[in-house]
């Protein structure tokens, strides 16, 4: 019999391909401020994988 053979499912680029352990994002960058009220932090939220 012969081998049957497929094209790759699925993308290589991205790795590990798993689910995310939190839906909300970590904020990991905080800038130091001196003068005036100013958005330090922005927490988004994952779409997908």
Same mark, same amino acid.
């Given at each position: ?6 094209? =790759?499912?699925?993308? %290589? !680029?991205?790795?590990? =391909?798993? =689910? !995310? ?6 904020? =990991?960058?905080?800038? +130091?401020? +001196? ?7 922005? !927490?988004?939220?994952?779409?997908? %994988?």
């Amino acid at each position: 019999m012969p081998r049957t053979r497929a094209p =790759r499912r699925g993308s %290589m !680029a991205y790795s590990p =391909r798993k =689910r !995310a352990k939190s839906i909300a994002g970590r904020i =990991r960058f905080w800038p +130091e401020v +001196e003068e005036g009220p100013r958005l330090l932090g922005f !927490a988004g939220y994952k779409a997908g %994988m």
